[in-house]
């Protein structure tokens, strides 16, 4: 007997989407990339359009699947881009520690992204951490999460470091967040 007879779907697989968001060049792909695929690559190469990867992740006993939506770095909203956002379930908005300016428009990705995406989580990523940072990002990194009732994490696509972390720590939280009812 499968499982229909008790009830369950036979496929109990989770889909959640998330979008990563945040300035040109702060390592939105790169990422993406070490989490999917754990390979790094030093060269530029800017995102066209907006990329979709899947990834399957166990979470506390639950199958689920993340759709990653890559999208470019153009702070301009547009009708476009905030098409891209609908029925998101999550985001990482992102800074590069060695450029204060990708940090000054953190409030405003996760302004237009709620706008749409309205109850979604946020994570603040404050990615190169590899490289040493050229302004004291801490105390200002916490103070914008805790506006947006967000987790902050420290990572760097270059290395690995906490990478894995970030996006398990978003998927709690979206399970979390659903399971309220909210
Ligand atoms: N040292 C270091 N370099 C990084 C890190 N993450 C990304 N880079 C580099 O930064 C540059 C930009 O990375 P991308 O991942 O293409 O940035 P992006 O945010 O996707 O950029 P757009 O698609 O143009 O919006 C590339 O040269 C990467 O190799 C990191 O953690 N450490
Ligand atoms: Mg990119």
């Not at 699947?65 to 999208?71: A, G, R, S, V």
């Amino acid at each position: 007997m499968t499982n229909r007879g008790i009830g369950l779907p036979a496929n109990s697989r989770i889909l959640k989407k998330i979008c990563v968001l945040g300035d040109f060049a702060v390592g939105k792909t790169s990422m993406i990339r070490r989490y999917v695929l754990d390979e790094f690559d030093d060269r530029y190469i800017t995102t066209l359009g907006t990329k979709i990867t899947k990834k399957n992740m166990n979470l506390e006993g639950r199958d689920l699947t993340f759709q990653i939506w890559d999208i470019v770095g153009n702070i301009k909203f547009t009708k476009i881009q905030g098409q891209y956002y609908q029925g998101s379930d999550g985001a990482f908005i992102i800074f590069d520690v060695t450029r204060r300016d990708t940090f000054d428009n953190v409030s405003k990705w996760a302004d237009m992204f709620l706008e749409v995406a309205k109850g979604a989580r946020l994570i603040f990523i404050a990615n190169k951490v590899d490289l040493d940072s050229t302004f004291d990002f801490e105390a200002m990194m916490e103070d914008v999460a805790k506006r947006y009732n967000a987790a902050t994490f420290r990572t760097s696509a270059k290395t690995g470091a906490q990478v894995e972390d970030a996006f398990k720590t978003l998927g709690e939280r979206i399970l979390a967040h659903k399971s309220k009812g909210t």
